[in-house]
């Protein structure tokens, strides 16, 4: 049974930084793995899906790898901003069903 | 396009009373899902559908049924609520499964007392 799991399950940095999100799965055999971004009392927006045969995509100071050999992924975030604090979650759909399970995400807070 | 749409966005129920929550999206979606989040905990996927007059349970379908009469409408049913419902709903869609996003409405609070 796919487990993922993100640690640290929360984080706080100053303005400014670049740094990693870090998100781990037991269960290689993934059909795509999606990071998502979840703003407090509100519903979640997709922010970058990684399909099986890729290793990274980017969008603006977001980029997302795929490690499937390793079970990781990380989402680098570039020189951080305010704006930017969130929860951001991880998810993985495996080839035998459509459901995505998902870690418990981070909990970013940037510093002015 | 107001993308998903879920109603309501809060609801209080008593121990066995029944409700149905619905969800609406306008982007000629397939696919639509129901998740419930609960704190410190990721998204369970309740049920979802594949297209209109399908559904099919998820990792956490008991308590629950849905409907998916009209593709754009995806309906959850609790038939006898229980404090364990108590928790954050969220109705998301896609237009294919493993090469499009996910795209969620803003969610529903439901407490069980």
């Known amino acids: 049974k796919q487990e993922v799991t993100q640690i640290p399950a929360a984080l706080s940095v100053p303005e400014g930084e670049n740094l990693v999100l870090n998100c781990s799965f037991t269960d290689s055999a993934i059909y795509n793995l999606q990071w998502f971004r979840q703003d407090p009392g509100k519903g979640l927006t997709s922010l970058l899906l990684?399909?099986?045969s890729q290793r990274e995509q980017t969008s603006g100071r977001l980029n997302a790898s795929l490690d499937k050999s390793s079970g990781r992924s990380t989402l680098y975030i570039a020189a951080s901003q305010p704006g930017d604090s969130a929860t951001y979650l991880c998810?993985?759909?495996?080839?035998?069903?459509?459901?995505?399970?998902w870690g418990a995400g981070t909990k970013l807070i940037i510093k002015p | 396009n107001a993308g998903v749409t879920q109603t309501p966005k809060f609801r209080v129920l008593k121990t066995g009373q029944s409700m149905t929550l619905l969800c609406a999206q306008d982007?000629?979606?397939?696919?639509m899902y129901w998740y419930r989040q609960d704190p410190g905990m990721g998204l369970r996927l309740i049920h979802y559908s594949v297209g209109e007059g399908t559904t099919a349970k998820g990792e956490a379908p008991d308590g629950y049924n849905v409907s998916r009469l009209k593709k754009q409408n995806f309906l959850l049913g609790l038939e006898s609520a229980a404090p364990s419902q108590t928790s954050v709903y969220f109705c998301?869609?896609?237009?294919?499964?493993?090469?499009?996003?996910?795209?969620f409405g803003p969610g529903t609070r439901l407490t069980v007392t």
């Open positions: 990684i399909q099986s």
């Open positions: 998810a993985t759909e495996s080839y035998s069903n459509y459901q995505l399970i």
């Open positions: 998301a869609s896609s237009y294919d499964r493993a090469t499009y996003e996910q795209y």
């Open positions: 982007m000629n979606h397939e696919y």
